[in-house]
C-alpha cells in the first residue's frame, strides 16, 4: 500500500481551511477574500469555484459510472491496476478521476499566463502569493520561450494536465496511472525535442520545491480520504498488460470531468460542507450525481422476455436466430454471423443482447447514413416499452424525426410509455457515443481505430457496449484492416461484438477472430474453416467454435454478363458511350417486359445520371445516389421503399441508382441490372432481387400483384471493354482493379458464369475473390494512365505503410509501453491522440479525396431543394436548431471530380469565417455555393437527377 495516500495532519486541514481560502461560505467570505482561491472553475460563475470541490465532483460522477453505466467486464479491466476487488476499484477509479485537475494548483494555471486577460486573475494570484503560493519567477522567460520556438509543445507541456501527471508521478502512482490522467483534455503529451522540454523540466523542478507542490499532495490526501482510497495495490501484472488501461481509464475520466462542469450541477454544490467535513461533501455530490446520471448520459436498459415477447409477432424461425435462442448467455466474445440476405441477422443480434445478462450498452453501426437512418428505426421498436436515453449519430443525423422539437421527445425517461429518448446532453461533441443505445455510421466505430484527438473517448465508450456491426461484407480493404485493429483493442477489453456479413471471406474471419484473442492476451485455440451459412464465435480465452447452419432458402440465381465495347479513351468519353449503350440495353428490357420492375444499380454518380437522361418511356426514371440533397435523398429513398418494398406491387417502374440501394435498403425488383462490382457488392446487389418471394419443392412463389417476368432471377451484369476486349480502365472506378479483376476472373468466370447457387458457391466465391490492402499496394500503384481520376477511392491511404501509420495497434502500443511506460515524450503515446477529426468521416474509408458538404442556395426561391435565403441571413440564425436543420436539408455532398472542380474554381469553395463557432461539425464545415456559381461551373440542381454535371 503506498503510505502517500493518507488523511492529513489536523493541522494541515486548518491551514487548508484558512491559508488557502478554500471556504466559501457567508461566514469565512471575507477570510476566503484575503486568503485568495484555489480555483478550479471561474468564467461564468459569480465566484471562482474551489479546485477542491470540483475535484471531488468528479470523483462523485467517477463512482457514478461506475456503479451504473460501466459493464462488468469494463470494471473488472479498470480494476486490474487499482488492485483486487471492485470495490478497491471503484474507490480507485474516483480517486483518479479526481486527480486529474490537480494540476491547476500552479501558478502558471492560477494565474492564466497565457490567457489574452492575465490581469483578470492578478489580484487572487497576488493573495496566494500572500499565502506561501509564489509566482514562478521565470515565467516570463518561459513565457518567451513559447511563443518564439517551443509553439505548441511547450504549451501543451505546460497545460494543468501535465501538473495532474507530474503530482501523481511524484506520489509514486504508477506509470499508466499517471499517462491516463495526463491526456484528459484530448491529447497526450508531445514526444518533445529535448530544446523544448528542458525549461519545462526546469519550471516542474521549481515547483516540486515550492508550496504548490505540498497543495497538490494535500489535494491528493484528502481526495483519498474522502473516496475511502488507501492506495494502489502491488499486483503481478506486466506494463504490457497493464497499457490498455491507459486510453481505457483516460476516456472515462473525460466523461466524469464534462458531467462533473455542468453549471447547474456546479451552482448546486453545498460548500459549506467542503471546508469542515470533505468526505461529506463528496457523499452528497455523488447521491447528486447518481440521480443526474440517467438522464445526462443515461444507463444500459434492454428489453426482457422470450424471442416472441421481444419481438411481437415473430417466432425464431431462422436457422440463425433458432442458434441465438439456443446458445444461452451471448457473453463476452466476438461473433460472426455470416447467413445469406433475409435470413434475420438484425433480430439475431438484437436478441443475443436481450438474452445477455452482460450489463452493457448498444451501439449498432452500419455502412451508411441511410441504412442507419432505416435501422434506428428498428432498434426504436425492439426498445419500444423499455425508457433508454439513445442517439443517432453521423453527418446528418439532426435531420431525423427524433430530434424534432416538434415531436416532443420526452426528456424523463421515466415517461410511462417508455421507448427511447434524447438527451441534451448527448448531443454534445465526442458525447453520442456515451449513449446506453447508440446507432451510427460504421465510421464511427472505426474511427476508434484511428488516432484523433479525443480518440480515448472513442475507445472507452466502445469498452462498455455491445458493439453490433452490420453489413461488414461492404468494407474496403482499408476498413477491413481498421476493423482488425479495433478488435485489438475490444478483444483487452472483453467487450461483447457482433459482426453481421452476407458473406465473409473466410481469412477476414481467421484476421478478426485472431486480433480479438490477442488483445485479450491469449491465442486462438480452435481451427476456423470455410463454413457458410456459419456462426463463428470467439471468446476472450482464445477458444474459437463453429456452427455451421441451414439456408432458409436455397435456389439458383441466373447470371447473364453482357460485354459493352467502349471506344473513348477520357473519362468522359467512356461515360457517355457507356451510359448510351447501358440505356439501349435497359430499354430493350422494358421492351421485352412492359410490366416488369427494373432496377438499375451502377458505380458512379455520373452514370446513373446519365443513364437516366437517355432512357426512353413515358415515364422518368427514379433516380436515387449520394450527390443530392439531404431532403432529395430522404424523398427518393421513402419513394423507392414505398414502391418496392415488403407487399408492394412496382408495377412499371425503373430506377436507377449507386450503392445506396445495395445495403439494407429492403427493396425488391423483377429484372436487375448491374454494373461489374467487387463480388461482395454484387451478390448484396443480387439479393435485392426477387427478395420477397420464397422457392421450395414446387418452385416460386411470388405475393399477389408480383409478376416475375422469367422463372428465375436473373442478374445481367454489364462489363465495359475496350476494342482489343480487355476490361476497359475506367470500368473499374470507385473500386481498385485488384477488387473488379478478380471478381471478373474467378466470380464470373471471364463471363462463362451463367448461375449461382444461393448459399452453395458463395463461400468459394469470396475466398476466391478476397482482396486486401496489400493487393492495393501490389496491383493499384502506379496508374499514370488515369489522369485526374482515381484508380480507386483513397489512393495515398491505400499505402499500406501511410495507412497503417494513421492509427495503433493494441499488441504494439502495449510493447512500446513495456519499453518505455512513461507519459512524457513518449512518441506511442503522442501518436494515439495526434490528428484531428475526420471532415466527412473520410478518414475511415478508401475515398477519391477529399469531400466537399456543399450549402446550396438560391436567393430567389426559384430553385427546388436549394436554400432560399443567403448565407449571410442564414448565420444570424443558425444557432436555431430548426435553423441548422432547414440548412442540413439542403446540403449536398460531393466528392471527386466535381469536388476538385468546385474546390478550383468556385470563389464561394471556402468555408466562411463567421460559421466556425456553429454548433455541430458538419455545420461548421458547410460551403455555401450558389446556383449561379455552380451554373457557371457547369453543374445543376435538378429536382430528379441532384447535383448534375453538363
Known sequence: MNCQWGVPHCRDIKMWKRGMGMSVTDSAKSEAESAGVVWGKWHGLASPYPLLAHLLDTAAFAAGLWDTTFSRSMRLT?????????SHGRAGFAFLAASHDCGKAEPWFQGQVTSRNPSEFADNSGLLAEAGLDAFPDAARLLQLMRNDGGNSIRRMLRHEAGSAAALERADAPAWAVAAVSGHHGRYMPDASPQHSRPVQAYRDWIRGSGWAQEQQRDLNLIASAVDWSGFAAEAHTESQLAGLI???????????????????????????????????????ATQAAELIPSTVGIPVRPRGSFGEVFPGFSADREVQRWAVDHGNHGPGLSVIAVPMGEGKTETALWMHSASDVDDGLIFALP?????????SRVQAFYSGTPALAALRHGMA???????????????????????????????????????????????????AVNHKFSPVRLSSLAGKHVVLDEVHTYDPYQDMLLTRLLGWLGRF????????????????????????????????????????CVTTTSPDGTTTQFELAAHRSYSHGVHVSDMVVTGTTFDEFTDEYATATAAYVDALREQHPEACIGVIVNTVGRANAIAMRLTGERRPLVIHSRMTAQQRSERTSELLALTGPGATPGTLTFVATQIAESSLDIDVDILVTDLAPVA???????????????????????????????????????????????????????????VDKTLAHGLEHGARTVIVIPDDLQGLVDGCDVTLNDLTEVDTDRPELGHVLAHLGESAAQEGQ?????????????????????????????????????????????????????????????????????DALVANMQSLAQSREALRCVVPVSGRVATRISRFSTAAAIPQEW???????????????VSELAALGLTLDPILGLTSE
Do not use: K
Not at 253 to 260: F, G
Not at 415 to 420: F, I, N, Q, V, Y
Not at 916 to 930: H, K, M, N
Open 398 to 448: 439532426s435531420l431525423n424525426a427524433f430530434y424534432d422539437p416538434a415531436g416532443g421527445s420526452p426528456t424523463d425517461i421515466c415517461d410511462d410509455e417508455g421507448g427511447l429518448t434524447g438527451s441534451e446532453w448527448l448531443q454534445g461533441r465526442h458525447r453520442s457515443l456515451t449513449a446506453p443505445v447508440t446507432v451510427s455510421s460504421c465510421d464511427q466505430v472505426l474511427a476508434a
Open 494 to 533: 472483453s467487450v461483447r461484438v457482433t459482426l453481421l456479413s452476407a458473406t465473409l471471406p473466410t481469412r477476414r474471419v481467421r484476421d478478426y477472430a485472431r486480433a480479438y484473442a490477442q488483445g485479450a492476451g491469449c491465442p486462438v485455440n480452435g481451427e476456423i474453416l470455410g463454413l457458410y451459412p
Open 916 to 930: 466556425s463557432s456553429q454548433p455541430t461539425a458538419i455545420l461548421r464545415d458547410l460551403r455555401p455555393v450558389s
Open 681 to 739: 457488392s454484387l451478390l448484396q446487389r443480387m439479393g435485392r432481387q426477387w427478395r420477397h418471394s420464397q422457392f421450395g419443392g414446387r418452385g416460386w412463389s411470388h405475393s399477389e400483384g408480383r409478376h416475375r417476368p422469367t422463372n428465375e432471377p436473373v442478374a445481367h451484369v454489364l462489363v465495359a471493354r475496350d476494342p482489343s476486349g480487355v476490361r476497359h480502365v475506367h470500368a473499374a472506378i470507385p473500386y481498385s482493379n485488384a477488387e
Open 247 to 285: 486510453p481505457l481509464v483516460t476516456g472515462a475520466i473525460c466523461l466524469a470531468d464534462w458531467l462533473a462542469s455542468d453549471e447547474v450541477f456546479i451552482r448546486s454544490a453545498p460548500l459549506e460542507l467542503l471546508a469542515d467535513d470533505p468526505r461529506e461533501y463528496f457523499l452528497s455530490r
Open 368 to 376: 451508411t447514413m441511410a441504412t442507419a437512418d432505416a435501422m434506428f
Open 803 to 871: 495507412a497503417r501509420r494513421v492509427g495503433t495497434d493494441h499488441d504494439d502500443f502495449a510493447v512500446d509501453w513495456e519499453l518505455n511506460p512513461s507519459w512524457a515524450a513518449n512518441p506511442t503515446l503522442d501518436a494515439l491522440t495526434s490528428g484531428t477529426l475526420w471532415d466527412a468521416e473520410a478518414i475511415t474509408r478508401l475515398r477519391d479525396g477529399d469531400t466537399l458538404q456543399l450549402l446550396v442556395y438560391d436567393p430567389t426561391g426559384a430553385t427546388a431543394y436549394a436554400l432560399g435565403r443567403t448565407p
Open 78 to 86: 479498470c480494476s486490474l491496476g487499482f488492485g483486487p476487488g471492485e
